[in-house]
T-cell receptor, first 117, second 115 residues
Framework: GAVVSQHPSWVICKSGTSVKIECRSL??????MFWYRQFPKQSLMLMAT?????????EQGVEKDKFLINHASLTLSTLTVTSAHPEDSSFYIC?????????????FGPGTRLTVL | AQSVTQLGSHVSVSEGALVLLRCNYS??????LFWYVQYPNQGLQLLLK??????LVKGINGFEAEFKKSETSFHLTKPSAHMSDAAEYFC?????????????FGTGTRLLVSP
């Protein structure tokens, strides 16, 4: 149980275009999902908390107009990187909290590697 | 702000040897504590967690960790390393001031296992 998927697993795009990444909880309903980015050989940095049916909460320093988050259902959150630039190239990982397993554990997706040319 | 320190960006052991990965947190109030493992180009898999209760926590793949409040530590151990244990390990905390809702990660320790 508690499986989280992400799509796509990797994407290459041109500078200036927008890219949408999907995060799905496959076998549970997640009222809260999280988006992280990870630079090579570095740790995960929380970008934002995605709450179903309400606006996302962004961490300090994260541009909310650049990283659009939508959590339209209990099993799907999307991250759209708008007007992507090479410095946005990174590994983006989502996680979801399974309420039935207690509110303290996050289950992670396999990640999406974004390369902006 | 809450921080997590993982001593040693790389730890090398021989197959069959003891694995010890160190993690210390900075907080006067103990947070929830987690260890995650990440294989190349993959997401994170939960190894074990401590919230309350018994301070010695057993996880998957033979790993365990002990919460020591006096030392603000949560070191990860495994008695005998396998080649398949080679991966990146992250210690994370969920602080009380976030309602135990958010995770703060350490910088990670890469475990190398030699034959």
């Amino acid at each position: 149980g508690a499986v989280v998927s992400q799509h796509p697993s990797w994407v290459i795009c041109k500078s200036g275009t927008s890219v949408k990444i999907e995060c799905r909880s496959l076998d549970f309903q997640a009222t809260t999902m999280f988006w992280y980015r990870q630079f090579p050989k570095q740790s995960l940095m929380l970008m934002a908390t995605s709450n179903e049916g309400s606006k996302a909460t962004y961490e300090q320093g994260v541009e909310k107009d650049k990283f659009l988050i939508n959590h339209a259902s209990l099993t799907l959150s999307t991250l759209t990187v708008t007007s992507a630039h090479p410095e946005d190239s990174s590994f983006y990982i989502c996680s979801a909290r399974d309420p039935s397993g207690g509110s303290d554990t996050q289950y992670f997706g396999p990640g999406t590697r974004l390369t902006v040319l | 702000a809450q921080s997590v320190t993982q001593l040693g960006s790389h730890v090398s052991v021989s197959e069959g040897a003891l694995v010890l990965l160190r993690c210390n947190y900075s907080s006067s109030v103990p947070p929830y504590l987690f260890w995650y493992v990440q294989y190349p180009n993959q997401g994170l898999q939960l190894l074990l967690k401590y919230t309350t209760g018994a301070t010695l926590v057993k996880g998957i793949n033979g790993f365990e960790a002990e919460f020591k409040k006096s030392e603000t530590s949560f070191h990860l151990t495994k008695p005998s390393a396998h080649m398949s244990d080679a991966a990146e390990y992250f210690c994370a905390v969920s602080p009380i001031n976030t309602g135990f809702q958010k995770l703060v990660f350490g910088t990670g320790t890469r475990l190398l296992v030699s034959p």
